[in-house]
């Protein structure tokens, strides 16, 4: 059976965008790049940047400025 992680708050697990808007996101050398919002998980969003690319990013890592 496959693990679920809850958060250890609600607030913390909630989008700080929704589906389908632009949003950006903290990459791992400290810089913020454009992407849009596809889809929304438990804690994370799918985010599709302009590329093509498509990952999985913690919520932590979105913002939407």
């Known amino acids: 059976a496959e693990q679920v992680v809850q ?3 609600n607030v913390a ?5 929704a589906v389908g ?3 950006y996101v ?3 050398d400290n810089q ?3 992407g849009q919002v596809k889809e929304a998980g438990d804690g994370q ?3 599709i940047f302009p590329d093509g690319n498509e ?3 913690a919520n932590d890592r979105i ?3």
């Open 63 to 65: 913002t939407n400025e």
């Open 13 to 17: 697990s909630l989008p700080p965008v």
């Open 32 to 34: 913020k790049y454009v």
């Open 45 to 47: 969003c799918l985010i």
């Open 7 to 9: 958060a250890a708050s």
């Open 21 to 23: 808007e632009n949003c």
């Open 55 to 57: 990952y999985w990013i």
């Open 26 to 28: 903290l990459w791992g």
